[in-house]
């Protein structure tokens, strides 16, 4: 029986034998670059989203391959790629484009990096710029980002107002009408939000440096 995890880990074990990521794979097949991203392989809901049969046809053929090698592949005949995670610089995370309203990752402008599974698709990292988070984070860090995680005081967020500005805190309260934020740098002043002005927040669940 065909899963929607085989079909998928082979569209990816097809782009890595292709020295290719998923994005790549995506537009030297001719399609959106965002085709093949894990954001578009589970619906907001939660529920499988499986690649249509033109897709499919449209990369077997930029690829060269037959259907009979992306059989292979599903069974498990070629090693599977690494996970790739969106890499989303910080002043992009201001621009529009880059994110739809709940703070998930759309568009395909971006660059991929290699990742561990992190047990969210809508997943991304990103990548620190300016001295507003030291010593904690400096510029060039990547920070890897889930939108669905649950947010809890104390916790290390990214968060992006109504009007555009990103930021990087620390949550150190969160009611009804208020969000409460502390600057990482003591050289910063903590930020203080009515609700209305944030679009959303997002937890970091870990850091490189």
């Known amino acids: 029986m065909l899963k929607h995890a085989d079909i998928w880990s082979a569209?990816?074990?097809l782009a890595h034998d292709n020295g290719l990521t998923a994005s790549?794979?995506?537009?030297?097949?001719?399609?959106?670059?965002?085709t093949f991203n894990k954001s578009k392989r589970i619906t907001r809901?939660?529920?499988p989203r499986?690649?249509?049969t033109e897709s499919v046809a449209k990369v077997l053929e930029a690829t060269g391959a037959s259907l009979t090698d992306l059989v292979g592949y599903m069974e498990g005949g070629a090693k599977a790629a690494a996970p790739h995670l969106p890499l989303i610089g910080f002043a992009q995370a201001g621009d529009r484009g880059f994110f739809d309203d709940?703070?998930?990752?759309?568009?395909?402008?971006?660059?991929?990096?290699?990742?561990?599974?992190?047990?969210?698709?809508?997943?991304?990292?990103?990548?620190?710029?300016?001295?507003?988070?030291?010593?904690l984070f400096r510029d060039g860090d990547r920070v890897i980002v889930s939108p669905v995680a649950s947010v809890?005081?104390?916790d290390?967020?990214?968060?992006?107002?109504?009007?555009?500005?990103?930021?990087?805190?620390?949550?150190?309260?969160q009611s009804a009408k208020r969000i409460e934020l502390a600057s990482i740098n003591p050289a910063h002043q903590g930020r203080s939000?009515?609700?209305e002005e944030i679009a959303w927040i997002a937890r970091i669940l870990w850091a490189s440096q």
Do not use: C, N
């Open 50 to 52: 499986w690649p249509s």
């Open 102 to 135: 709940a703070g998930y990752p759309v568009g395909g402008a971006w660059d991929e990096i290699p990742f561990p599974e992190v047990g969210d698709v809508h997943a991304y990292a990103l990548e620190v710029s300016g001295d507003s988070m030291e010593p």
């Open 193 to 195: 939000f009515a609700t």
């Open 152 to 154: 809890r005081r104390g």
């Open 156 to 173: 290390r967020v990214v968060v992006r107002t109504m009007e555009g500005e990103v930021m990087v805190k620390q949550l150190t309260r």
């Open 24 to 34: 790549a794979l995506a537009r030297r097949a001719g399609l959106d670059p965002t």
């Open 45 to 47: 809901e939660g529920k």
């Open 11 to 13: 569209i990816d074990a």
